[in-house]
């Protein structure tokens, strides 16, 4: 049996797609997840086995470079891996394959149990996701208190700076939801993603750009989630609260997410630019 690993390139992407679709799940559009809508000087789009001209395995990447603490860093995220029964004892060349690229920091923001075990023999890190539970309810709230817009006319014209720069980077995700939040002066962006959990449809929140104004929102905010989404539960972080809600609850490590860096702290890690924002599950 003769097996080849090659970067995934261009010429890949449809043969890539197909096998994914085929063999890992049919309902994620796999060719739109791999053209991430950001800008970014990619080396690849992963990493895949041949055996002949067919696809035998793929490790998929997404590229971006971000700026952190003002330097300009540049991240791989890796995600979808996926190789057939035949072919499993080259699945962690495929992994060093990735890692073996100089210059990145490394994120796998949805590992499964044993491949967070197998993360962590290559020094990846566990992030702390403690997870607050929030339920949908529809309380009531005074009228005009707060606007809650999901128009993108509106959330462009709202903000501004690096966090327009993130709407515009991230408004073609194909998982990612965006809202503004209004009350007054003050606007708070919000990212979110469709998630399942228990059989139930929730709101997962990737990103919040001002604390404060979400969590005094927190009433309103879950309120049109649930009329306007049909979402019933919204998943928080516990570091975008300084309380709990009221009827929330905490569950510890609720979904392993990780990172290999030599030089960023786990604060410094975000779930933007990633598979939590282009893979819908």
């Known amino acids: 049996m003769t097996v080849r690993l090659t970067p995934i390139t261009d010429a890949d992407v449809a043969a890539v797609a197909d096998f994914l679709h085929a063999n890992l799940n049919a309902r ?45 860093e540049r991240f791989c995220n890796l995600h979808a891996w996926c190789v057939l029964p035949d072919f499993r004892s080259h699945s962690i060349p495929l992994l060093m394959a990735l890692l073996a690229q100089d210059g990145y920091h490394f994120t796998d923001l949805s590992p499964t149990a044993d491949v967070a075990q197998l993360n962590a023999l290559f020094k990846f ?34 903000l501004a700076g690096a966090e327009l720069e993130l709407y515009r980077d991230h408004a073609q995700a194909a998982a990612a939801r965006h809202l503004v939040l209004i009350r007054g002066q003050d606007s708070c962006y919000v990212m979110f993603r469709y998630q399942r959990c228990r059989h139930m449809p929730c709101a997962w929140i990737l990103h919040v750009s001002n604390p404060e104004l979400f969590r005094r929102a927190i009433g309103p905010l879950t309120r049109h989630l649930l009329v306007r989404h049909r979402l019933l539960v919204t998943l928080a972080e516990q570091p975008i609260f300084d309380h709990r809600p009221r009827l929330s609850l ?18 410094q890690i975000d779930y933007l630019y990633s598979e939590l924002v282009c893979v819908p599950w």
Do not use: C
């Open 250 to 267: 905490i569950r510890p490590g609720w979904w392993p997410k990780m990172y290999r860096s030599v030089s960023l702290e786990p604060e």
């Open 28 to 72: 994620v559009p796999w060719t739109r997840v791999m053209s991430v809508p950001w800008k970014v000087e990619a080396p690849n789009y992963g990493f895949m086995l041949w055996d002949g001209q067919r696809v035998a395995g793929a490790y998929l990447a997404l590229y971006a470079d971000r700026t952190v603490a003002g330097r300009v």
């Open 125 to 158: 890190r566990a992030l702390d996701t403690s997870t607050v539970f929030i339920p949908n309810v529809p309380w009531p709230s005074l009228p005009h208190r707060t606007r809650i817009s999901a128009d993108p006319a509106v959330i462009a014209s709202t």
